[in-house]
Structures are given as C-alpha cells and as structure tokens.
C-alpha cells in the first residue's frame, strides 16, 4: 500500500511562492505517475500538474508558466514548485500517485489509486 504524505502549504500574499513536497513511503519503485489536484471550498477537485515515469509534465493551463512539477526518485519525493500565486489557487493541495495514469492519458481524479491527505495553500492580502 502506497503511502503519500504531503508538506509546504501555509499562507502567503499574492504575488508570492510556496513550495510543496509529497514523500512516498512503502515503495519499491518509481514507476507511478504523480500528480498534484486541489480543491477550492465549494468547488470540484481539479488536476493542477502531473509527471510521469519519463519526466514528462502536464499543467493545467491555469497555472503554466507559474507552477513547476518534479521528482526526486532517489528520495521517493514530488515537489511542486508555485510561484507568482493567486488568490484563486487557494485551496488544499493533493498528491496522488498511480502506475496507469500518465501511461492510458487519463488524467482525471478518478484513474488515480493512491492519495495524500492534503495540505492547505491560502493566497490572500
């Protein structure tokens, strides 16, 4: 069973960059595409940027140019990089991880088999 724990969110201004972390436990492999989602009070949860096995990226166009996906295979540790943050990216901040996703292009919430518990990013002045 894959364990995702994420890290990094807090409270910053507009303008500002935060930088969050998820560390996968109970692995022997990096062979899972990852990705991070969030969800805003009221809304549904969206996919904000992913990364597969070949270091390929996907960004929602939301937050291109501003937001920057990596891993660290040899710390089993995915980073998300946000910069120039909005009040709009407020929201909590998932970290999901499954072996078919990158590899089937099927993005969505509901392809990804395992899950973080989330950390909270609140952008406001």
């Known amino acids: 069973q894959v364990q995702l724990v994420e890290s990094g969110g807090g409270s910053v201004q507009p303008g500002g960059s935060l930088r969050l972390s998820c560390e996968r436990s109970?692995?022997?492999?990096?062979?899972?595409?990852m990705g991070w989602f969030r969800q805003a009070p009221g809304k549904e949860r969206e996919g904000v940027a992913f990364?597969?096995?070949?270091?390929?990226?996907t960004y929602a166009d939301s937050v291109k140019g501003r937001f920057a996906i990596s891993k660290d295979n040899a710390k089993h540790t995915l980073i998300l990089q946000m910069t120039r943050l909005k009040v709009v990216d407020s929201g909590m901040y998932y970290c999901?991880?499954?072996?078919?996703?990158?590899?089937?292009?099927?993005?969505?919430?509901?392809?990804?088999?395992?899950w973080g518990q989330g950390t909270q990013v609140t952008v406001s002045s």
């Open positions: 109970r692995v022997t492999t990096n062979n899972y595409c």
């Open positions: 999901a991880a499954d072996v078919w996703a990158c590899l089937l292009g099927d993005l969505s919430e509901g392809r990804f088999q395992y």
């Open positions: 990364i597969g096995t070949d270091g390929r990226t």
